[in-house]
């Protein structure tokens, strides 16, 4: 069953353009959601966070635009590079109970950024 | 400060041989974790361990076993290797339990062959 659906599987974007990549999940407890980049060859590595008490958070060029309702959140990358080509991973997780900070994750998004 | 390590980077093992994947970190985190990851599959929890001395079963545990040996390090044993089990495999840790909101800090990965 998977909880966190993430679209689109690849994306071309030029350089200077936006790269947006989004994410639907299903489970309502889950209240943490982070996004985490890949470089080939490497383990993943956290980008960005938010939390659904704000509907988006900023962080330079990347931000995450978040839905409670609708139950979406999205990444965007303003004034993309070639060096944020890479794999770029959705992720949720619910506090409490037995979930102890266990990160469901999307199925992923390969970003190339062309010169 | 190495993080998270990982031994071997590579491995190719023959169906039914068994191997153990050994993780290591150094940044006295209480919780680490096992996944897999596969292409258009996203990343898959195996197993996880909440704290030293626990261990729990993720999303796909069939045909492993893991074992805490200490806070620092904690390995994964494939018994009876499939063709199936061929994946890229992560090793992450994080510094605590039990609250959604802690940063995973994943290693290199270990790329896995069965033939």
């Known amino acids: 069953q998977q909880q966190v659906k993430q679209s689109p599987q690849s994306l071309i974007v030029q350089k200077g353009g936006i790269s947006i990549i989004n994410c639907a999940y299903e489970n309502t407890a889950f209240d943490y959601f982070p996004w985490y980049q890949q470089f080939p060859g490497k383990g993943p590595a956290l980008l960005i966070a938010i939390r659904p008490d704000v509907s988006e958070k900023k962080e330079g060029r990347f931000t995450i635009s978040f839905n409670k309702s609708a139950k979406q959140f999205s990444l965007h990358i303003m004034d993309s590079q070639p060096g944020d080509s890479a794999t770029y991973f959705c992720a949720a997780s619910k506090r409490g109970g037995t979930s102890y900070g266990k990160l469901t994750f999307g199925q992923g998004t390969i970003l190339t950024v062309h010169p | ?115």
Request: charged letters at 15%; a positive charge.
């Open chain 2, 1 to 115: 400060n190495a993080g998270v390590t990982q031994t071997p980077k590579f491995q190719v093992l023959k169906t039914g041989q068994s191997m153990t994947l050994q993780c290591a970190q150094d940044m006295n985190h209480n919780s680490m974790y096992w996944y897999r990851q596969d292409p258009g599959m996203g990343l898959r929890l195996i197993y996880y361990s909440a704290s030293e001395g626990t261990t729990d079963k993720g999303e796909v545990p069939n045909g492993y076993n893991v074992s805490r040996l200490n806070k620092r390090e904690f390995s994964l044993r494939l018994e009876s290797a499939a063709p199936s089990q061929t994946s890229v495999y992560f090793c992450a840790s994080s510094v605590t339990s039990g609250g959604a909101g802690d940063t995973q800090y994943f290693g290199p990965g270990t790329r896995l062959t069965v033939l």
